[in-house]
């Protein structure tokens, strides 16, 4: 079945425990990105890959870190997650970046203490 | 940067009437207009989309607008269903190097039986 994963789903952490939150496709895709969803904000992207080893800022980048080895991971990285992160977090990703369905994954959520 | 104003925020209608929910963008270089729906709990969905060389799409009942000039694009939905009640988010992306999207701030519909 074609879809995109996230893991964990729900999580709760202090702040400055560093975390990872993963992400996989199995849609061969070459785009990824990351939102967050705010209540009244609508979905910020964080970060975009375009292909292995090619990642670019969002609109929100602050706080957060990407990388993307593998075509099918797009792992986001928390350093020292503060209380500001806390939110729901979404992984898309579509076929090209030339536009196109974006695929979300099932969500997020992230509480820090 | 680019910026994505959704309006209204929130829409009521009355079953088999029509929805529009309209959005503008500021940045010119945007080409790609997606339109996103969000059932609570659940992950966005696309919908719809259209590029920037096209000035309407429909797809059954549901329809998107561009204008270009105006840099405003509009979501039609008509003869609504109670399971239209969701949260509808507009969309602008920008492939200049990169290809980030911005979301609206989304639209809350409901479809009263």
């Known amino acids: 079945e074609a879809q995109v994963t996230q893991n964990p789903r729900y999580l709760i952490t202090v702040t400055g425990k560093k975390l990872t939150v993963t992400c996989s496709q199995n849609?061969?895709?070459?785009?990824m990105s990351w939102y967050r969803q705010d209540p009244g904000l609508g979905l910020r992207q964080i970060y975009y890959?375009?292909?292995?080893?090619?990642?670019d800022k969002g609109d929100v980048p602050e706080g957060y870190k990407v990388s993307r080895k593998e075509k099918r991971n797009f792992p986001l990285i928390l350093e020292s997650p503060s209380p500001n992160q806390t939110s729901l977090y979404f992984c898309?990703?579509?076929?090209?970046?030339?536009?196109?369905?974006?695929?979300f994954g099932p969500g997020t959520r992230l509480l820090v203490l | 940067g680019e910026n994505v104003e959704q309006h209204p925020s929130t829409l009521s209608v009355q079953e088999g009437d029509s929805a529009v929910i309209k959005c503008t963008y500021s940045d010119s270089a945007s080409n790609y207009f997606p339109w996103y729906k969000q059932e609570l709990g659940k992950r966005p969905q696309l919908i719809i989309d259209?590029?920037?060389?096209?000035g309407e799409k429909k797809d059954q009942r549901i329809a998107v607008t561009l204008n270009k000039t105006a840099k405003h694009f509009s979501l039609h939905i008509t003869e609504t269903q109670p399971e239209d009640s969701a949260v509808y988010f507009c969309a602008a992306s920008i492939n200049t190097g990169g290809f980030k999207t911005i979301f609206g701030a989304g639209t809350r519909l409901f479809v009263k039986a």
């Open positions: 259209i590029r920037s060389n096209v």
């Open positions: 890959s375009m292909n292995v080893e090619v990642t």
């Open positions: 898309a990703s579509s076929l090209s970046f030339t536009g196109g369905t974006q695929y």
């Open positions: 849609m061969n895709h070459e785009y």
